[in-house]
């Protein structure tokens, strides 16, 4: 009997097809179901490869084997008496309805939920674009060696910040926020409430030699079903882990149901680096830098440089080295100036290589702002913003910008949006409760740093701003007390240094302030700037002795471009009624307010209220009442207009106006109120206006003395608290 004959006889056809039937609907399950409940990808391919392996095995036992009425018997032993063989023919014809009956089940069932029920199936939900915001979880390491761990989170943070620069991603959670979630028992229903995002990215790295093998997932948040699940396994070197990370980039935007723009895709397309020992020095490079500390950001520098070493081309890397320095300065004392052109070579570098950088513009935009040219350094951020939407870094470092150019709404709405990347990242905290510290919402900044501090305890930044918070309301306790705890944390930040010399005195605690002076011009003998100027200023109030700080500072006045010194300078002249020598040293930072053009737009913030009434006061030493009285006038129609002007700053300007008119029954009657009705402190720390208190009126005297009570009254609340740090 021919072969294809003996072939049908035995069903052989039947079976076979009938197989690849079945496997067919098998492998269609199972994809939905082991895709749905999270199964590794492992074992959709060994169940492929045991039904692939199953075929040959069913060939040769329906080639063997015959089903007759009585059961399975061996092709040998059966009866030919055409009966059986009808049966069983017709048994396998029942079993391909069975089996066609299923497939025309399976794609009904297909398209009636397709049609009825578009929300309730993957399918539909991959059809209908998602919400644009993301979250990558942090990649689970399953390697032998600890040492894998900074690979396997750079990876990590570099496929994160690719979907960052996608411009059609409206928000992606920054690598900060996301290590609060590593090894987390939540679902992913809860981290996503917690994030706001409507996909979640997971994945799992195992380094093994010269391989490595990633496993990635993409979870619609809404539903728990997985979008789509990949595999990759490689050789370990710098173009196939950057062609990983386009591809994981690409299928996730087409996942999402996204476009990629032509940017987006040029975006893509860059190749950071050729050099796996580069990558590696950059990755240790970021860890380092976010600790925020001194010896931090000196190895963030070391790494950065070596990675330059390694790979000149590496444009990331000099955008690092870059953010390092102006980082230094910062939080390492280091001077700015001294960093201005090393940063603006390597970011002139960076944009060479990478004309499409969001990160270098974000650095230049901050040098620029550094060097005072706020304009530019305003369209640099728009710039970098617009190349890289969702990095958290250039949003809050606007928001400073912003902030200094008096556009408060607008600065909290970057830091806002920053805050939505990077909602837990302590340097975010910290300038969203400077942000609100601006507008005045002193309740929000109390939350804001309540939950931060106890997050971030070792923050130093956390602390400067409760420091100005407490300041701001009067209470001069409560700020020493956080800034004992920053400068104890930050100990080379010389401004914050210099301010807790000054609390001390506010606070009356004279002998712990000038100890605190003579430290500081131990540690460091030649910094100008304002707080240190101003306590020492303080110092000579209290003996009225001025000569020696006065001859110190007219030394270098002249050659410091730096406002702190003739500032300083000018209220010590007007401690020791020096009119015109006052008047001298105010016209170098504050001399329009001499000229007829001066307006009410001139007393915005109380910066510039105070230079107001110190240009008034050195006008009514020297007897020109008129020109006086004009200042005056507009420092008190500000304070009383503006909704800007927080309490303090209010009243004790408006208390400073009647003052400087010498209406001591106004000014008395205005203190008194104001330390009735809160538990603030005025401070008069401009006694060097009024310094021989001997000579003033009573009436105005007994005002001082409530407030010197005030005062005692929060010095003894500083030394109970004093001992008990806010971190261990």
């Excluded at 975010?428 to 929000?444: K, S």
């Amino acid at each position: 009997m021919p072969i294809a004959q003996e072939l049908k006889r035995r069903n052989v056809f039947k079976v076979g097809i009938a197989y690849l039937v079945v496997s067919w609907i098998v492998l269609q399950v199972a994809d939905v179901i082991l895709g749905n409940i999270g199964a590794p990808p492992w074992l959709f391919k060994t169940l492929l490869m045991v039904i692939a392996l199953g075929f040959p095995v069913a060939l040769v036992m329906a080639w063997v084997f015959e089903l007759t009425p009585d059961g399975l018997k061996r092709d040998s032993d059966v009866v030919r008496d055409g009966r059986g063989a009808s049966q069983a023919t017709a048994m396998l014809s029942l079993a391909a309805t069975i089996v066609l009956a299923a497939i025309l089940g399976y794609f009904g069932f297909q398209k009636w939920i397709d049609v009825d029920e578009p929300a309730s199936d993957a399918a539909a939900s991959i059809a209908a674009p998602l919400e644009k915001t993301i979250a990558v979880l942090p990649f689970t390491s399953r390697s032998a060696s600890a040492d894998d761990g900074f690979f396997v989170d750079g990876m990590h943070d570099d496929i994160l910040n690719s979907l960052a620069r996608i411009s059609t991603l409206e928000k992606v959670i920054s690598g900060t926020t996301m290590q609060a979630y590593r090894n987390t028992a939540m679902s992913v229903a809860d981290i996503a409430a917690e994030l706001g995002v409507a996909a979640i990215l997971e994945g799992g790295l195992q380094r093994a030699g010269d391989t490595v093998r990633i496993n990635m997932r993409l979870i619609d948040t809404a539903t728990e079903r997985s979008l789509w699940v990949q595999t990759f396994e490689r050789k370990v070197t710098v173009e196939n882990l950057f062609a990983i990370q386009k591809e994981i980039t690409r299928d996730v935007v087409t996942s999402l149901n996204l476009a990629l723009s032509d940017q987006d895709q040029q975006q893509l397309d860059v190749v950071q680096t050729d050099s796996l020992g580069a990558y590696e020095q950059y990755v240790l490079a970021r860890a380092r830098m976010a600790l925020r500390t001194e010896s931090g950001l000196a190895q963030a520098k070391a790494h950065f440089e070596r990675a330059i070493e390694l790979d000149e081309e590496y444009a990331l890397a000099y955008v690092g080295l870059a953010d390092a320095l102006r980082l230094q300065s910062l939080y390492a004392g280091i001077d700015p100036q001294s960093t201005f052109a090393a940063r603006q070579t390597a970011i002139d570098r960076a944009l060479t290589l990478n004309p499409l950088s969001g990160e270098a513009y974000t650095s230049l935009a901050a040098l620029f702002e550094d060097q005072g040219d706020l304009e530019t350094a305003k369209s640099y951020f728009e710039r970098a913003i617009e190349l890289s939407p969702n990095y958290s870094t250039a949003r809050h470092w606007y928001s400073s910008l912003l902030g200094m150019l008096g556009r408060e709404q607008e600065m909290l709405v970057q830091i806002r949006k920053a805050s939505d990347i990077e909602p837990d990242a302590a340097i975010i905290q910290m300038n969203e409760a400077a942000a609100l510290m601006q507008l005045g919402r002193y309740d929000e900044v109390q939350q804001i740093l309540t939950r931060a501090i106890a997050q971030y305890p070792a923050f130093a930044g956390l602390h400067e701003v409760s420091f100005y918070l407490w300041w701001s309301r009067g209470r001069p306790d409560l700020a020493l007390y956080s800034l004992d705890t920053a400068t104890r944390l930050a100990p080379r930040n010389m401004e914050m240094r210099g301010f807790q010399c000054v609390l001390n005195f506010q606070l009356m605690r004279t002998d712990a302030a000038r100890r605190c002076i003579s430290v500081f011009r131990e540690n460091f003998p030649d910094h100008l700037g304002f707080a240190i100027l101003f306590a020492e200023l303080l110092d000579a109030l209290s003996e009225q002795q001025f000569n020696a700080l006065t001859g110190r500072l007219e030394s270098v006045v002249d050659e410091q471009d730096n406002e702190a010194v003739p500032r300083a300078l000018s209220l010590a002249y007007l401690g020791a009624d020096k009119a015109e020598a006052a008047e001298a040293a105010l016209r170098r930072y504050a001399g329009h307010y001499f000229t007829p053009q001066v307006s009410l737009q001139d007393f915005e913030n109380p910066t510039e209220i105070r230079d107001g009434l110190d240009v008034a006061r050195a006008l009514q030493l020297q007897g020109k009442q008129e020109q006086a009285e004009r200042l005056l006038q507009l420092a008190e129609t500000a304070l009383t207009d503006s909704q800007r002007i927080v309490p303090v700053d209010r009243e004790t300007n408006l208390i400073r106006v009647h003052l400087i008119r010498g209406d001591w029954e106004q000014a008395a009657a205005r203190l008194t109120n104001a330390l009735a009705e809160s538990d603030a402190s005025y401070f008069f720390d401009d006694r060097t206006h009024f310094g021989t208190f001997d000579a003033l009126p009573p009436v105005w005297l007994d005002a001082v003395a409530l407030l010197n009570e005030r005062v005692a009254e929060q010095r003894t609340h500083y030394e109970s608290i004093k001992d008990s740090p806010l971190i261990p």
